[in-house]
């Protein structure tokens, strides 16, 4: 009988070739090089601002296709807000890194990066879609730059439409409503319908001019959604005396007068035939029959007479519920129109002139004198005449009082003064 001998020894190739073979079985590259990463799931998701998404994932492989494990990845934020729940990751058996990416409040385009540096396709962007009540997005649809009166209700509503991320209307979804300028919205919130539309009514505030209102889902694009109207002045209730009045000139010069004319809400009101007419005094008033201006303004020239003293005249406007009256009173002064001051070496010559509203004086420096100014020393009066030692030099007074002056470079001993009746 044959007699067989065991040889331990030739066992050993064979558990050595199945140790060998244990890794390429896993399909992991384990002691590899990665050399790319792609988007493996996780991309184009839809959800609400605020919440979390289900996972972003990244494929790591090497150069054969194979996956790579314990690669890390770094992961971001890109835009949108919202955070990540990590900001590197390592990649699995199955060369997969993953992540969570809580969105940000806002509605609209967010987006997340993976990155490893040197691996082709890195960095990679995920892109998801955040909504608000199911919208992404507001914008304005009607009711846009109406004109009206003060306190009226515009009779177009304000409206706006609400869509999705696909520009699909939405309903439902709860629209906030605010007006400026003193106005009203009605009603303050309300839903959008199956259109994706809400409405609501704008009242105007008591002030002319442009007046605001606005409708707002927050967190959505668009939002605020911005309108405006014009509201004009109501019917014209008041005149008044403006400028003008009370004043004093001399024989046969023209004074001014202006008036303004006003709704019931203190808004100026234009396109008021304001008419004209001398009441005492004699002269002349031009032009008889004026139109208020954009700030209710009107105004005509009254020219004096040559006769001194009090002289009035009369405005009135189509108000309403009666027109309304104003009188405007001047006093013609017999004051002349002009006078002369002669400027010599430390002297004013005369020292003391009395000229009418309007008039002017004119300081002339005589021959040979040395350098003077004329500095008033009394508010509302002209420029100054600055130093100088030769010429002559108009000014022109419009209001009535007395105008003191001096020459700084000699003080009070070089004074003088200017009345104006």
């Excluded at 990665?34 to 979390?52: E, F, K, L, R």
């Excluded at 289900?54 to 996956?67: E, I, K, N, Y």
């Excluded at 967010?110 to 962007?125: C, H, I, V």
């Excluded at 405005?315 to 027109?323: F, G, H, K, N």
Aim: proline fraction near 5%.
């Amino acid at each position: 009988m044959r007699t067989w001998s065991f040889m331990p020894h030739a066992v050993l190739p064979v558990f050595a070739l199945a140790a060998a073979c244990s890794s390429s079985d896993s399909g992991t590259n384990q002691n590899g090089s990665a050399t790319q990463m792609a988007i493996q799931s996780g991309n184009n998701q839809v959800a609400a601002a605020g919440s979390p998404l289900a996972p972003l994932q990244v494929l790591v492989r090497d150069a054969a296709g194979t996956p790579v494990a314990n690669v890390p990845v770094a992961w971001a934020v890109a835009s949108g807000g919202g955070s990540v729940s990590a900001a590197s990751t390592l990649s699995g058996i199955d060369g997969i890194a993953s992540v969570t990416r809580t969105l940000g409040p806002n509605a609209g385009t967010q987006t997340t990066t993976a990155t490893r540096a040197g691996l082709t396709g890195s960095p990679l962007t995920f892109t998801a879609t955040a909504t608000v009540q199911g919208a992404t997005q507001m914008a304005l649809s009607t009711g846009n730059g109406q004109t009206d009166t003060v306190l009226t209700t515009l009779a177009t509503p304000y409206a706006v439409i609400v869509r999705d991320h696909t520009n699909s209307p939405v309903a439902g979804v709860m629209v906030s409503w605010a007006a400026g300028g003193g106005g009203s919205m009605t009603p303050t919130t309300n839903m959008t319908d199956a259109s994706g539309i809400a409405t609501a009514i704008h009242t105007l505030g008591g002030v002319a001019g442009t007046q605001t209102a606005q409708a707002t889902v927050a967190g959505l694009i668009g939002s605020p959604v911005g309108f405006s109207a014009t509201a004009t002045a109501g019917a014209p209730t008041v005149l008044s005396k403006t400028a003008g009045d009370g004043g004093a000139s001399g024989i046969n010069t023209s004074v001014v007068y202006t008036v303004t004319v006003r709704d019931s809400h203190n808004n100026p009101r234009s396109s008021v035939t304001v008419d004209w007419e001398v009441l005492s005094g004699g002269g002349t008033i031009s032009p008889t029959s004026t139109m208020t201006d954009a700030n209710g303004l009107a105004n005509a020239t009254r020219t004096l007479s040559g006769t001194a003293g009090a002289h009035e005249a009369y405005a009135i406007a189509a108000t309403e519920p009666a027109p309304d009256t104003v009188i405007f009173a001047t006093n013609a002064t017999s004051a002349p129109a002009t006078a002369d001051v002669s400027v010599g070496n430390n002297f004013f010559n005369p020292s003391s002139v009395t000229i009418a509203v309007g008039g002017t004086v004119t300081w002339t420096w005589s021959a040979g004198a040395v350098t003077h100014n004329v500095t008033f020393q009394t508010a509302g009066a002209p420029s100054n005449v600055s130093n100088t030692s030769s010429g002559s030099f108009p000014r022109t007074f419009n209001s009535a009082g007395t105008y003191q002056y001096v020459c700084t470079i000699h003080g009070a001993s070089m004074s003088g003064s200017v009345t104006v009746q």
